[in-house]
Structure formats: structure tokens, C-alpha cells
């Protein structure tokens, strides 16, 4: 889309005011002004509510119309009514290519799909929940609305999820080129996969600075124009993990936490906040006995909107690699049956850090790197001991004596 476009956008500001409190509307308008010029701005909400009336300055100063939205009944918001009727309105305007709407957890997912079926660009902006994944789809573009404030830990912890994540999403685009790629019709690919993709959200200047940080994948200049392209021109996601090209060259010693993550990620391993594996382990403990694909589907719904699909899917791979998520025998008809184990919060967390461990040895084994335990606790879901790393270290060293043929 170029400059010469035109984007409206409507916001729903009763449900979004901590957000707009901490500048999300400024960063917002400068995402969409690479996108086009934005004509139409309209901000909605009861603003007789005091708690939304302080808001007011904020959004005139950004140019925003505010329209009034009336609760005949207590309780219910009529802002999602209002705000598709004027979408629709504006929709037909042939001038506007471009529509962002940003909402609470509201789905409009139908009201996004008529959008692009109509031609038009649809840019979401929401907060991350089990709901916005399943909106994103509908959209062109998908901005977060995150405002929580979290540890350090914690924030290290979601900032690898979601690198792990993005890099998965850019193998997964640069696979169906023939050669090399060029880095503008990579990204686009990447965004029509999954469309709430953003280097700039994992503190990357770039989309090349991005590239850059994964490893297995070279950029390589053509003409003025960057490219991407796997090592040795050999997709890594489909090339058994022994023979990998990504492997690091043999005799290596690894000096970082985040060297240690890079070989973590070739070993399969996705990590995860702890608070959000601890969620997603204790709502799986209140569900029997169940098949793979239900057990996901309603740990999703029961933890309440409070995580995603994806956090989900990661969180039973670790269980299932640290032995606390296992499946029931099944006669040949049957389905396998799924269920986690009924053990304390605490031993999981502790046995998922083990076999953490256990796939961290077998990565640096194959490269001849030795073990430097000074990077291991960034890496770990809880804080443990001096005595407790060297405990996790001996127990790791010896799983693997077991079964030296373990990924």
C-alpha cells in the first residue's frame, strides 16, 4: 500500500482506555502512516464515564471525532453496534482502501471478512487472548494491545516465545521459494500467514535485522535489494537434526544464554512463560481423560481468554517431553486418550527445567561444546539454587547416559 492510500480508524475507547493511557494511539497512527493517510478518526464510548472522560484531550490532540455511545441498559455496551454500522457506511466509500478497527475482545470477525471481500484493507488492533487469534485471520494486519507490566524474567521469557514463534513463521514462508527471497515479498508472505507478525515487537529495528537473528537463514544482497535464503540452500525444517545444516560447526563452545536458546530451538524446544504453563497445567489437571484435540480446545476456553491457542499447543509439547502429559493405551479403534499428571504446580516446573536440560546436552554434545552452567538460569522457568543447578545438571548428564538417542 503507498503513501498515497487513504486509512480510516475506528476505536473503541471505553474498552481500550488503559491502552490509550499508555500510548497506544500514537503508536497506532505511526503503524498506519506507513500504511497511508489517515482521514478518518473516530474514537467511541460513554464519555460521561469519567474513568473514559480523562481521555478525551489525549484523542482530540491525535484529531479523533468522538462519538457518544448510550447504555439504554446497564451493562451492556452498544459501541460494537454503532461502530459496524459506520464502518459499513465508510466501507463503501471507494476513496478509503485501507479500515482499522480497534477493539476490546469484541469479534468482528464477520465484519472483517465482508471488509476484504469488498477489497479493502483490514488492520485489527486487540489484546492478545484465544479470541484475537481467531480474529487476526480475518485481518490484512493484527496489532496487540499489550499494557501489562511484567518482571524481567517474564518479559525475557514472552520475548523468546515469541521469537521462537516468529522464526518457525519465517521458515515456514522462505520453504515455498525456489531461491532466494526477497525480503519484501518474504514479509508479505509471512504476514498473509499470520497477519499480527511484527519485527518491531521483539526489538528488532528491521525486517532484515529479524532475518538476521535466525539462525540457518543468510541475507545475501542482489541488485540493491536484500534477500533471504537458507544456509547451503537447504530448508533446515525438513533435514533430520543430526544432519542439519544449522548445526554449529563442530568443536565450538557456545559463551551465551542466548547461544544456548539458538540450540534449544534446533532441538525442537518452544519455550514459554512460567505463568502461562503454570495456567494452562493446572486448567488441564480438571479435565479427564480426553483426545488430544479436545484437550487443547478446552484448556483454550477454560483458561478464560487468558492465552492462546498457540500458548496451549506449547505448553502440552513441554509437558509431554517432561513426562506429565501422557496418553492411555487404545484398542485399534479407539482414540487415544490424554491427561496430565496430577502432581504439584512446583515438580512440574522443576522436571520441565530438567528435560530442558536433558535436550540442551544433546545439542551441545553434537557440536563438542561443553556445558557452561553460568548461562543456564535465564534459561530456567524458576529460580533454583547453586546446589539445585548442579542437582538438574547430574540428573540431566544421566537421563541422557539412558538414553543417549534422545532429541
Known sequence: MNQESRVAVFVDAENLTQWIKLGGLEVLLEDLSSMGTVVVRKAYGRWTNSALAVHQATLNRHGFELIHTFHPVSGKNSADIQITVDVMEYAWRDDLACIALATGDSDFSPLFRRLREMGKQV?????????????????????????????????????????????????????????????????????????AFD?????????????????????????????????????????????????EPNNQTIDSSEGYRRILRKKHWRSLPTAVL??????????????????????????????????????????????????????????????????????????????MVVRLLVGLNEIHSPLVREYLPPLFLVKHTDQEIDQLIREAKQMNRNDSGQE
Not at 499494557?147 to 518457525?168: C, I, L, P, V, Y
Not at 513463521?169 to 499470520?194: H, I, Q, V, Y
Not at 539462525?215 to 542439519?244: H, K, M, Y
Not at 502429559?325 to 504446580?345: H, I
Request: glycine content about 4%.
Open 123 to 195: 488492520v485489527g488492533i486487540g489484546p492478545r487472548s484465544a479470541l484475537s487469534e481467531s480474529v487476526k485471520s480475518s485481518c490484512s494486519r493484527f496489532f496487540y494491545t499489550q499494557t501489562e507490566k511484567a518482571s524481567a524474567n517474564q518479559d525475557e521469557a514472552s520475548r523468546a516465545s515469541a521469537f521462537d514463534d516468529a522464526a518457525d513463521l519465517l521458515e515456514k514462508a522462505l520453504k515455498t521459494f525456489d531461491g532466494p527471497a526477497n525480503c519484501s515479498a518474504l514479509k508479505n508472505l509471512m504476514l498473509n500467514l499470520d497477519s
Open 278 to 355: 503454570s495456567q494452562c497445567y493446572q486448567e488441564m489437571q480438571k479435565i479427564g481423560p480426553i483426545p488430544k484435540s479436545e484437550l487443547l480446545e478446552t484448556t483454550v476456553a477454560s483458561c478464560g481468554g487468558d492465552v492462546t491457542t498457540a500458548d496451549v499447543n506449547k505448553a502440552a509439547a513441554l509437558l509431554l517431553k517432561a513426562g506429565f502429559l501422557k496418553r492411555s493405551n487404545a484398542d485399534e479403534d479407539e482414540e487415544y486418550l490424554w491427561q496430565v499428571s496430577t502432581k504439584p504446580v512446583a515438580e512440574m516446573l522443576y522436571s520441565v527445567d530438567q528435560a
Open 199 to 247: 519485527e518491531k515487537s521483539m526489538g528488532f529495528k528491521s525486517f532484515t535485522a529479524f532475518v538476521k537473528a535466525v539462525d540457518g537463514i543468510e541475507l545475501r544482497q542482489d541488485d540493491n535489494t536484500w534477500c533471504a535464503i537458507f544456509a547451503d540452500n537447504e530448508p533446515a525444517i525438513e533435514v533430520p537434526p543430526q544432519q542439519s545444516h544449522t548445526a
